[in-house]
């Protein structure tokens, strides 16, 4: 959705603050609810402050952290720091099924795959996030919002030019379905799991190669075709939690905040701040200050 141009972003001073210790939606349903990251010391600039969001708004969640490759040594000691689980087996299935769809010595990136082992958890629901992303709310809201039939895939954002190309028109199964952003999203092992991927792409791998968005994109195009190819029903975030924004790109206009929290131009609630596709940290935009602020506490525990 595109803002007026009067909409000016804002810097305003930033404190994290820790989420009030409250009984969530896991104790009074019984369900096993957590978050579930991909890291690796490359990335470590995004990844602490990451983890020092999900400390200031999430730590009553249990925390997954996928290795991205063997490039781990601080991000152990960080899931050590931040209380998150390091996932130590090898995701044989997931890294077979990469290299096939994305042969050859130059195509490293299609480690990214590895999200999906957020998939094999030993959770009821499971949120994925990529880790350029600050938290700014609870997500406790956002579990237990699944339902078959009607909510069994939750995404927080659209993202209409990096998934397929236009000949995805050919195939029925593809047309008007919601194009996700995959560096959010929220379901459940009874609705989708790491074999639906496998048998997918064995079944469709022709299509999938077709119709899939080129240009050093491997997972998104992935996650979307085969949400897409078994019919997932697709709910966006504001749909599913009640005065919840849609919006999370880091250069997004008509952002103001209220108690270091922030809200949209229409004054709904931003669970999260996602610097998708930067190319360097961050330094001025509307999102950074607090970014900085996190990235900054995230150091000085690290350092300690």
Known sequence: MSLPSSYPPSHPLFSPTRAPLSEGAAAETGKRYGIAIVGNDKIIDWLLPFLESYLATNSTLPIYLIPYDDNVAMTRRAAEIYGATFIEEEPKEIDKLAHELYPGLFNNNRRRLRKLQAL????????????DVILFRDFTPIFGRLKPGECEFIVASPSFEYVYNNRKDKYPFL????????????TSNKYLQLSDFINVIAQDAEIFHEVRKRGQLFAQPLVNFVVHRRGLKIKYLPHCVENASHENFYKATGVTFKDGKPLDYEGKEIYLAHWAGATVLPSRDVFDSAWKEFSKAAWARFKK
């Open 120 to 131: 094999a958890l030993p959770l009821d629901e499971v949120a994925y996030v990529d880790v």
């Open 175 to 186: 047309r008007d379905v919601a194009l996700f952003n995959d560096g959010f999203w929220v």
